[in-house]
């Protein structure tokens, strides 16, 4: 253990965190641990990690202090934020400026960054395809993390930007399954046309971010988009349909009724959905399935997911 390079994992009882944390701790022979970063270190999820391996350490992401405690010593460090605990892009700037610093000051080697696309390089402010939310921003959970990444630039840490996918997690917990319509009929709903969408299992997230950090610095300075599928609306309708053994529609509407919705973040999904939709060629180049798999060969596909998950899909 001692010759063993740490990675402080940021998040790490969360989907992404949780995912690389389990890698670390699978590849026995790997050079690296795991250092699991958590605000609470009694929670079951983090008993878990502690109990494959990992070493618990108490910190925040609102508390650069305890980032720059959690650091220390560390080679590697990968980052991330949760937006939808808060829905602000201000706090998750803070957050991820937090990081950058910590990790420019205790000298981590190579940090990850977890991050997606400013949409205001490709919808300015000014444009009213769809609406500015906040007075500046068009897709607030992707802008502010993309805003973030000069953070680490700036600070000169070494420094891998991670560009993540739709998670196909989202159809158990975030409300996007698939819900019984008049007749009984089971449908997802997405504005998103006739054009594919970048998914991916949210734990190979972290699986990718492992195979990035063995390889060196290889990647360091570089943006990496990662996905486990390319799909449209009405393709994963029809995986749903074989998973579940129901008839699963794809249900098109447009981003302005999407927009609509009114739940927490509807406004924001929606000029998300319609940003991919009008933008499908680049959010999906940018996003190769090939890197995806070789990074991580464990990569699962949408189907391998459906196997494995389609039992947690609520479906009312």
Known sequence: MADKKIIAVVGATGAQGGG?????????????????????????????????????????VDDRASLERAFTGAYGAFCVTFFWGHLSPERELAEAEAMAQAARKTGVQHAIWSTLEDTRKWVPLSDNRMPTLGGKYKVPHFDGKGEANH???????????????????????FGSGPKPGPDGTLAITFPMGDKMLAGIAAEDIGKCAYGIFKQGREYVGRNVGIAGGHFTGAQMAAGLTRALGREVRYNEVSPETYRSFGFPGADDLGNMFQFDRDFEDMCCGARSLQVSRALNPELQTFEQWLAEHKHEIPLD
């Open 151 to 173: 953070f680490f630039t700036d600070a000169g840490v070494p420094t891998t930007f991670l560009t993540t996918s739709f998670f196909w997690d989202n159809f158990i917990y």
């Open 20 to 60: 690389l944390v389990r890698a670390i701790l699978k590849d026995k022979a790997g050079g690296f641990t795991a250092r699991a970063l958590t605000r609470d270190v009694n929670s079951d999820k983090a008993k878990t990690l502690a109990s494959l391996g990992a070493e618990l350490v108490a910190a925040d």
